[in-house]
């Protein structure tokens, strides 16, 4: 039995595609399946190869501001990203993503016009925008190109936690918590105290090493709005808002005078709890942290693709528990960088 596959579309929807998905494409390539993407560059996000291809400059501009920093750190084949951008349709604007996944598939989807489909055990994604989510390259990145391309390499190599790096004397602090527990707060002031700054919200363990070497983002940093009042050089950065909604000022490091490094082996995981309201400030206190509770807390970053991706995800959280685990309990950001120095050159 032969099966007919057809798509049809209304009359006027081929005239507010671009000139390039012309009519004639949508009758010969209803799914625009063989539809030329003339564009090709190779990035590195967290130094892991990505090619994308694209029939539009926004997107590739997007990626180099998002991703042109980086070298590559990795010889595994790359993971490919074909994102094609049509005309705006003015009554599907791009909307919040919904993302769902379940096993190696993945979608990404903010309206009809706007969507990628990540296929996580290939390593592939495709997807379409319109032309004006396109020219919003920090939504570009945040909806898709982050959320889509770079997770296709986290996939492959490493496996991801909430938490930022820092490097004292080639020794690797971990600092976890809670939203506003202060981790970019703290961990910049480590870097104004001659620390190596690595990331400042996302800490990625790589997957197929004994040690427990992680990464990160060396290259932006970003923070809340009050932070001046703790740094006055930013108080020349204004504030903008980021692609989730959140207010942040965002800033190059290269622009604040700090070292940076690409990664540390972690040696010390430190769980944030961070008191701004108490009447008496206490000094900086650091306690043991409990082996089960930190593995009930990583279980959360290891819920993307396949079982086996998954399962070589939690081994890295295992192989984590060889550092030593800390909660440290501050008020004030001098004293807790204090603490942290002292727990670092001396284990407590």
Same mark, same amino acid.
């Given at each position: 039995?032969?099966?007919?596959?057809?798509?049809?579309?209304?009359?006027?929807?081929?005239s507010?595609?671009?000139?390039?998905?012309?009519?004639?494409?949508?009758?010969?390539?209803?799914?625009?399946s063989?539809?030329?993407?003339?564009?090709?560059r190779?990035?590195?996000?967290?130094?892991?190869?990505?090619?994308?291809?694209?029939?539009?400059?926004?997107?590739?501009?997007?990626?180099?501001?998002? *991703?042109?920093?980086?070298?590559?750190?990795?010889?595994?084949?790359?993971?490919?990203?074909?994102?094609?951008?049509?005309?705006?349709?003015s009554k599907?604007? %791009?909307?919040?993503?919904?993302?769902?996944?379940?096993?190696?598939?993945?979608?990404?989807?903010?309206?009809?016009?706007?969507?990628?489909?990540?296929?996580?055990?290939r390593?592939?994604?495709? =997807?379409? $925008?319109?032309?004006?989510?396109?020219?919003?390259?920090?939504?570009?990145?945040?909806?898709?190109?982050? !959320? =889509?391309?770079?997770?296709?390499? @986290?996939?492959?190599?490493? !496996?991801?936690l909430?938490?930022?790096?820092?490097?004292?004397n080639?020794?690797?602090?971990?600092?976890?918590?809670?939203?506003?527990?202060?981790?970019s707060?703290?961990?910049?002031?480590?870097?104004?105290?001659? *620390?190596?700054?690595?990331?400042?919200?996302? %800490?990625?363990?790589?997957?197929?090493?004994?040690?427990?070497?992680?990464?990160?983002?060396?290259?932006?940093?970003r923070?809340?709005?009050?932070?001046?009042?703790?740094?006055?050089?930013? %108080? =020349?950065?204004?504030p903008?808002?980021?692609?989730?909604?959140? #207010?942040? #000022?965002? $800033?190059?490091?290269?622009?604040?005078?700090?070292?940076?490094?690409?990664?540390?082996?972690?040696?010390h995981?430190?769980?944030?709890?961070?008191? @701004?309201?108490?009447?008496?400030?206490?000094?900086?206190?650091?306690?043991?942290?409990?082996?089960?509770? %930190?593995?009930?807390?990583?279980?959360?970053?290891? $819920?993307?693709?396949?079982?086996?991706?998954?399962? !070589? @995800?939690r081994?890295?959280?295992?192989?984590?528990?060889?550092?030593?685990?800390?909660?440290? @309990?501050?008020?004030?950001?001098?004293?807790?960088? !204090?603490?942290?120095?002292?727990?670092?050159?001396?284990?407590?």
């Amino acid at each position: 039995m032969a099966f007919a596959f057809f798509i049809a579309y209304p009359d006027n929807e081929a005239s507010d595609m671009t000139e390039d998905l012309s009519s004639v494409q949508a009758t010969l390539d209803p799914v625009f399946s063989a539809f030329e993407l003339p564009l090709r560059r190779t990035f590195y996000p967290l130094g892991y190869p990505l090619v994308l291809e694209t029939n539009s400059h926004h997107v590739i501009h997007a990626a180099e501001e998002g *991703w042109g920093a980086f070298e590559r750190m990795f010889n595994q084949e790359p993971v490919h990203v074909c994102l094609g951008v049509t005309e705006d349709d003015s009554k599907s604007p %791009a909307l919040g993503p919904v993302i769902r996944a379940r096993e190696h598939l993945m979608s990404i989807v903010a309206g009809p016009n706007n969507f990628m489909m990540c296929d996580l055990d290939r390593g592939y994604a495709f =997807g379409w $925008v319109t032309r004006s989510t396109a020219a919003d390259h920090p939504l570009l990145r945040y909806q898709f190109l982050t !959320a =889509g391309g770079a997770t296709l390499a @986290q996939q492959r190599a490493f !496996a991801p936690l909430h938490g930022a790096l820092a490097v004292r004397n080639e020794t690797g602090v971990m600092l976890c918590g809670d939203s506003f527990a202060g981790k970019s707060t703290l961990a910049y002031a480590c870097a104004r105290a001659g *620390w190596n700054y690595v990331s400042d919200d996302g %800490a990625f363990l790589v997957r197929g090493r004994d040690d427990r070497y992680a990464i990160g983002d060396p290259f932006s940093i970003r923070f809340r709005t009050d932070a001046p009042e703790l740094f006055p050089e930013l %108080a =020349g950065h204004l504030p903008s808002v980021r692609p989730n909604g959140k #207010i942040a #000022i965002e $800033v190059r490091t290269c622009d604040l005078g700090i070292s940076t490094a690409p990664g540390c082996v972690v040696d010390h995981v430190v769980f944030l709890d961070r008191d @701004q309201h108490l009447e008496h400030h206490g000094p900086a206190s650091v306690h043991r942290y409990p082996e089960e509770r %930190a593995l009930e807390e990583w279980a959360q970053y290891a $819920v993307l693709g396949s079982g086996d991706a998954r399962a !070589a @995800q939690r081994r890295c959280h295992e192989r984590l528990l060889h550092a030593r685990l800390w909660k440290m @309990q501050y008020s004030d950001l001098d004293d807790a960088v !204090a603490r942290l120095e002292h727990l670092v050159d001396y284990g407590a």
